[in-house]
């Protein structure tokens, strides 16, 4: 502790000690003096007492010390035994935890002066932090602490350094302030350090005002500073970003031979850099050599979050290399600032090389900014990278939690690699890691893509026998998965469950549910769905808008198709190609083309970008409507404005002129792929070979099979299957079995389709004991269905053999297999055709028992045959029953 500097007035000489006790409000000279009579008699009774051997318990029990010690008589005693400090200690305890006595607030100064004269610190500190539990106000405190401190004479003021670091460590900062200030207007002053601690306290609830005040309030009393002081002060211009006096602060601490350290100047680079002056900050760094002085860690640090935060990783990246080369381990705060600004600003192989050259000095990121790094490596397909950041984990004193494994466990879904996921999951188990429902909704999600649902609903199954409860991600995977694969009532199913449990569907939920009921061709649903999704506050996307006018234009309501396109825009969402692709799809697939492409027109007028897929729409209904010329003319179009022709659009135009049989421009768009560097695919391929062969050109349905092969072009399936059938068409069996054995060969797993094409060239040919065998060799197979029988039933009705086709008919319902109107109604007109009425009449009732509906031609048999025979009654019977089904009769029939 110091005094002020001697141009302050000098303390005041010590009086004697004012008692706390108040006097009587009318008191004689008489009774004054007998009243001091009797203090002086009782203090000094207690001092023979606390100096004695006997008992304090005992000798309290006396009733007239009990019934007359006050506070006073215990504030003179304590003053009698100052000698002996440790005594009065124990005395004073005693009354406290013994004798529930309320010891006044000048004894407990009194006795904290005195045990702070004989250097009892720690004692004296326990004692004003139960004096400062009693009197919040420090004002009052105060008053006693400095009127004892004069009055009793005391020498060392150190006591006043330990009541301002109770109030510090107390977090009354502002209250240790005002002990400060109130010691200074006495002429005290508290030692460097302890103003040191006030200092920083006040800087940490930023009344940076009050530290600057009281600094220049020193200097000017010519009080000197140390390197704490200045620190601080350096701290308070940086936080209030007064550079400028920050700077001319440490120069003028240089000029005045004042300690500097590198901490002095550390805190201007870190406050340079907070205030983005980065240019000033490393300036500053490279001065410090010309001062003696090394930049440290914490002036790295500084300088590369500061760079951080301008997002100037590289610059930071390079700083990190430049520390660890001298010597300097970076923090983990700014491993991880580099490391996932790098990975934010899309440089996610840098963030992972700057992993990997940190290792050797066992500097790593934080587990948030690590986990995120994998995910991004997983996210840009940095697979193996973020494989081994998860196996080293462990090496770096990292543990991976739950995050981790879900961010490995979705990036193997979403590469399609389930099975790998799902043993992840397993090992996380294993780890004692409980799940959360974030991995579980990756399996289901990627379960529902790859269509095995089996496996996605007893993971759902899974995760609530787990605890966890699904959420609306949980519930839309399954829903889309099953949506998907046509499954409407299961997806109907997870919806009203879902909603009953009180989760709520979102866009995604509803947009999955409507695609599902538009592929099921149920618009009326779907419509009803996508009103409710709006009646519940869920908005439509374009997404959403897409499915519905595709629905509609699938189904041919084009109208409803446009209001849906005209109300999508209203509410402010931006059609795209998949939009305009599907109504133009809609209006050719209607016989539009003209309308379609006076759309197209329009859009292009609009400035709406259209691509390859609207303009290959346009193409085939040009293509379908035979007007192969309008075809080419939109091709050029698409050129004009930079629109690449693709596959599709070549194979498109290709299969339009073999249609018109038109060899020249076939050549012609061939050659032009070619040119293009585009090679026909299977699709393309396995077009013009069925084309050919359905025009009965079967030199040049093989000849572009030869080539496909040669060009390595693989048949496929349908490929085959068309080659195949070509052959049997023209009664080329050998070498159509051929093929199969090769297709066999090539692991190309035979079809209902492919077997089809042998019966039907066997039955065409008649022989139907080979047919019959190749049927039931299908039946092993689970490959024979309602056309191989029907194949089997024209065979047999061919040959006259109606008893055998009738027990062909009867069968597929023993094998499962439901017949169709035709497997009935090519026996009845059989049975037509040679008279037997009868018979035929029983199986047309027999079809309609079972729910089938006949199409025209089937009551076009019958009614013909019911004519022949002159059975006019049931003929118009039959026509009466066919125009209540919907269907037309020809002007024949109408004429009954």
């Given at each position: 502790?110091?005094?002020?500097?001697?141009?302050?007035?000098?303390?005041?000489?010590?009086?004697?000690?004012?008692?706390?006790?108040?006097?009587?409000?009318?008191?004689?000279?008489?009774?004054?003096?007998?009243?001091?009579?009797?203090?002086?008699?009782?203090?000094?009774?207690?001092?023979?007492?606390?100096?004695?051997?006997?008992?304090?318990?005992?000798?309290?029990?006396?009733?007239?010390?009990?019934?007359?010690?006050?506070?006073?008589?215990?504030?003179?005693?304590?003053?009698?035994?100052?000698?002996?400090?440790?005594?009065?200690?124990?005395?004073?305890?005693?009354?406290?935890?013994?004798?529930?006595?309320?010891?006044?607030?000048?004894?407990?100064?009194?006795?904290?002066?005195?045990?702070?004269?004989?250097?009892?610190?720690?004692?004296?500190?326990?004692?004003?932090?139960?004096?400062?539990?009693?009197?919040?106000?420090?004002?009052?405190?105060?008053?006693?602490?400095?009127?004892?401190?004069?009055?009793?004479?005391?020498?060392?003021?150190?006591?006043?350094?330990?009541?301002?670091?109770?109030?510090?460590?107390?977090?009354?900062?502002?209250?240790?302030?005002?002990?400060?200030?109130?010691?200074?207007?006495?002429?005290?002053?508290?030692?460097?350090?302890?103003?040191?601690?006030?200092?920083?306290?006040?800087?940490?609830?930023?009344?940076?005002?009050?530290?600057?005040?009281?600094?220049?309030?020193?200097?000017?009393?010519?009080?000197?500073?140390?390197?704490?002081?200045?620190?601080?002060?350096?701290?308070?211009?940086?936080?209030?970003?007064?550079?400028?006096?920050?700077?001319?602060?440490?120069?003028?601490?240089?000029?005045?031979?004042?300690?500097?350290?590198?901490?002095?100047?550390?805190?201007?680079?870190?406050?340079?850099?907070?205030?983005?002056?980065?240019?000033?900050?490393?300036?500053?760094?490279?001065?410090?050599?010309?001062?003696?002085?090394?930049?440290?860690?914490?002036?790295?640090?500084?300088?590369?979050?500061?760079?951080?935060?301008?997002?100037?990783?590289?610059?930071?990246?390079?700083?990190?290399?430049?520390?660890?080369?001298?010597?300097?381990?970076?923090?983990?705060?700014?491993?991880?600032?580099?490391?996932?600004?790098?990975?934010?600003?899309?440089?996610?192989?840098?963030?992972?090389?700057?992993?990997?050259?940190?290792?050797?000095?066992?500097?790593?990121?934080?587990?948030?900014?690590?986990?995120?790094?994998?995910?991004?490596?997983?996210?840009?397909?940095?697979?193996?990278?973020?494989?081994?950041?998860?196996?080293?984990?462990?090496?770096?004193?990292?543990?991976?939690?739950?995050?981790?494994?879900?961010?490995?466990?979705?990036?193997?879904?979403?590469?399609?690699?389930?099975?790998?996921?799902?043993?992840?999951?397993?090992?996380?188990?294993?780890?004692?890691?409980?799940?959360?429902?974030?991995?579980?909704?990756?399996?289901?999600?990627?379960?529902?893509?790859?269509?095995?649902?089996?496996?996605a609903e007893s993971l759902f199954e899974d995760m609530i026998c787990e605890g966890l409860s699904p959420t609306v991600v949980t519930y839309t995977s399954l829903i889309d998965g099953y949506s998907k694969h046509r499954d409407v009532p299961k997806a109907l199913r997870l919806y009203h469950e879902m909603t009953g449990k009180r989760i709520f569907p979102n866009t995604y939920t509803f947009t999955s549910l409507i695609s599902g009921l538009c592929l099921a061709n149920?618009?009326?649903?779907?419509?009803?769905?996508?009103?409710?999704?709006?009646?519940?506050?869920?908005?439509?996307?374009e997404i959403t808008y897409n499915v519905m006018i595709e629905g509609h234009c699938r189904e041919g309501n084009i109208v409803k198709a446009f209001e849906l396109l005209d109300d999508m825009v209203e509410k402010g969402l931006k059609p795209d190609t998949y939009t305009f692709r599907s109504l133009i799809s809609g209006l050719c697939s209607t016989d539009r083309v003209s309308e379609a492409k006076e759309f197209v027109n329009k859009l292009n007028q609009q400035h709406?970008?259209?691509?390859?897929?609207?303009?290959?729409?346009?193409?085939?209904?040009?293509?379908?409507?035979?007007?192969?010329?309008?075809?080419?003319?939109?091709?050029?179009?698409?050129?004009?404005?930079?629109?690449?022709?693709?596959?599709?659009?070549?194979?498109?135009?290709?299969?339009?002129?073999?249609?018109?049989?038109?060899?020249?421009?076939?050549?012609?768009?061939?050659?032009?792929?070619?040119?293009?560097?585009?090679?026909?695919?299977?699709?393309l391929y396995t077009s013009l070979i069925d084309a050919f062969g359905k025009a009965g050109d079967l030199e040049k349905a093989m000849g572009y099979w030869d080539i496909m092969v040669g060009e390595g072009c693989n048949p496929n399936v349908v490929t085959y299957t068309v080659i195949i059938n070509c052959l049997c068409k023209v009664g080329l069996m050998d070498k159509a079995e051929i093929l199969c054995k090769e297709m066999l060969d090539d692991g190309i797993i035979?079809?209902?389709?492919?077997?089809?094409?042998?019966?039907?060239?066997?039955?065409?040919?008649?022989?139907?004991?080979?047919?019959?065998?190749?049927?039931?060799?299908?039946?092993?197979?689970?490959?024979?269905?309602?056309?191989?029988?029907?194949?089997?039933?024209?065979?047999?009705?061919?040959?006259?053999?109606?008893?055998?086709?009738?027990?062909?008919?009867?069968?597929?319902?023993?094998?499962?297999?439901?017949?169709?109107?035709?497997?009935?109604?090519?026996?009845?007109?059989?049975?037509?055709?040679?008279?037997?009425?009868?018979?035929?009449?029983?199986?047309?009732?027999?079809?309609?028992?079972?729910?089938?509906?006949?199409?025209?031609?089937?009551?076009?048999?019958?009614?013909?045959?019911?004519?022949?025979?002159?059975?006019?009654?049931?003929?118009?019977?039959?026509?009466?029953?066919?125009?209540?089904?919907?269907?037309?009769?020809?002007?024949?029939?109408?004429?009954?």
């Amino acid at each position: 502790m110091r005094k002020f500097h001697r141009s302050f007035r000098p303390l005041p000489h010590p009086n004697p000690i004012i008692s706390t006790t108040a006097s009587p409000s009318y008191p004689t000279h008489h009774e004054n003096h007998h009243h001091l009579d009797d203090d002086e008699n009782l203090v000094s009774t207690l001092a023979d007492i606390v100096r004695g051997n006997q008992s304090w318990s005992s000798s309290f029990n006396n009733t007239f010390i009990s019934n007359n010690m006050k506070t006073h008589h215990v504030e003179k005693l304590l003053l009698r035994i100052l000698d002996d400090p440790r005594l009065a200690l124990r005395f004073f305890n005693f009354l406290g935890l013994h004798r529930n006595f309320d010891h006044s607030t000048t004894s407990f100064c009194i006795l904290i002066h005195a045990l702070v004269q004989s250097n009892l610190l720690w004692p004296a500190s326990s004692l004003i932090q139960t004096l400062l539990l009693r009197t919040s106000d420090p004002r009052i405190v105060f008053a006693h602490y400095y009127h004892t401190y004069v009055n009793c004479n005391f020498s060392r003021s150190i006591g006043f350094d330990l009541l301002i670091n109770a109030y510090v460590q107390g977090r009354r900062v502002l209250d240790s302030f005002l002990v400060v200030n109130l010691m200074k207007e006495r002429n005290l002053m508290p030692e460097i350090r302890t103003v040191s601690d006030v200092f920083n306290g006040l800087i940490r609830i930023r009344r940076f005002d009050l530290v600057l005040k009281f600094f220049d309030e020193m200097r000017e009393i010519g009080i000197r500073g140390n390197a704490y002081i200045h620190t601080a002060v350096i701290r308070c211009l940086c936080e209030l970003k007064d550079f400028d006096r920050a700077k001319e602060m440490i120069q003028w601490l240089e000029c005045n031979g004042c300690e500097l350290n590198i901490i002095v100047y550390n805190v201007l680079i870190h406050g340079l850099c907070k205030g983005q002056r980065m240019e000033d900050a490393m300036e500053r760094k490279k001065m410090l050599g010309l001062k003696g002085l090394k930049a440290d860690v914490v002036t790295y640090c500084s300088l590369i979050m500061g760079f951080c935060k301008l997002k100037q990783f590289k610059t930071g990246r390079i700083l990190v290399s430049e520390m660890v080369e001298m010597g300097f381990i970076p923090s983990e705060a700014v491993v991880s600032g580099v490391v996932d600004g790098l990975r934010r600003n899309g440089d996610v192989i840098s963030a992972y090389n700057l992993i990997k050259d940190l290792e050797h000095v066992g500097a790593v990121p934080n587990l948030f900014v690590y986990n995120a790094l994998i995910n991004s490596l997983c996210t840009e397909g940095n697979v193996e990278e973020a494989d081994l950041l998860f196996r080293n984990m462990g090496a770096k004193g990292l543990t991976p939690n739950d995050i981790t494994y879900s961010i490995i466990i979705d990036s193997f879904c979403k590469r399609g690699q389930l099975e790998d996921a799902h043993v992840f999951l397993g090992k996380m188990k294993n780890a004692g890691i409980k799940a959360s429902v974030y991995p579980y909704n990756s399996l289901i999600s990627g379960y529902c893509k790859s269509g095995k649902l089996t496996t996605a609903e007893s993971l759902f199954e899974d995760m609530i026998c787990e605890g966890l409860s699904p959420t609306v991600v949980t519930y839309t995977s399954l829903i889309d998965g099953y949506s998907k694969h046509r499954d409407v009532p299961k997806a109907l199913r997870l919806y009203h469950e879902m909603t009953g449990k009180r989760i709520f569907p979102n866009t995604y939920t509803f947009t999955s549910l409507i695609s599902g009921l538009c592929l099921a061709n149920m618009m009326t649903e779907a419509s009803g769905l996508f009103y409710e999704m709006v009646e519940k506050n869920v908005m439509p996307n374009e997404i959403t808008y897409n499915v519905m006018i595709e629905g509609h234009c699938r189904e041919g309501n084009i109208v409803k198709a446009f209001e849906l396109l005209d109300d999508m825009v209203e509410k402010g969402l931006k059609p795209d190609t998949y939009t305009f692709r599907s109504l133009i799809s809609g209006l050719c697939s209607t016989d539009r083309v003209s309308e379609a492409k006076e759309f197209v027109n329009k859009l292009n007028q609009q400035h709406h970008k259209l691509n390859e897929m609207c303009y290959s729409a346009l193409l085939q209904g040009y293509c379908q409507e035979g007007r192969l010329d309008d075809a080419i003319n939109a091709c050029y179009e698409m050129v004009e404005k930079g629109i690449d022709m693709d596959l599709v659009c070549f194979s498109i135009l290709i299969n339009g002129s073999v249609k018109q049989g038109d060899a020249t421009r076939l050549i012609y768009f061939l050659k032009e792929m070619h040119d293009q560097g585009m090679k026909p695919d299977t699709v393309l391929y396995t077009s013009l070979i069925d084309a050919f062969g359905k025009a009965g050109d079967l030199e040049k349905a093989m000849g572009y099979w030869d080539i496909m092969v040669g060009e390595g072009c693989n048949p496929n399936v349908v490929t085959y299957t068309v080659i195949i059938n070509c052959l049997c068409k023209v009664g080329l069996m050998d070498k159509a079995e051929i093929l199969c054995k090769e297709m066999l060969d090539d692991g190309i797993i035979v079809n209902h389709v492919t077997y089809g094409c042998f019966l039907d060239c066997l039955t065409n040919e008649g022989h139907m004991q080979k047919a019959v065998h190749l049927h039931n060799v299908m039946l092993e197979g689970s490959l024979a269905n309602t056309i191989t029988y029907n194949i089997l039933i024209r065979g047999f009705c061919k040959l006259g053999r109606f008893q055998e086709a009738t027990k062909a008919l009867f069968e597929m319902h023993n094998n499962g297999i439901l017949p169709d109107h035709i497997s009935y109604s090519t026996i009845i007109y059989e049975y037509c055709r040679i008279g037997e009425l009868q018979e035929a009449i029983k199986l047309w009732d027999s079809m309609i028992a079972r729910g089938l509906k006949p199409d025209i031609v089937a009551y076009n048999f019958i009614i013909h045959g019911c004519c022949v025979a002159g059975e006019l009654t049931k003929a118009i019977e039959l026509r009466d029953d066919m125009i209540k089904r919907g269907l037309k009769p020809n002007q024949t029939l109408q004429l009954l």
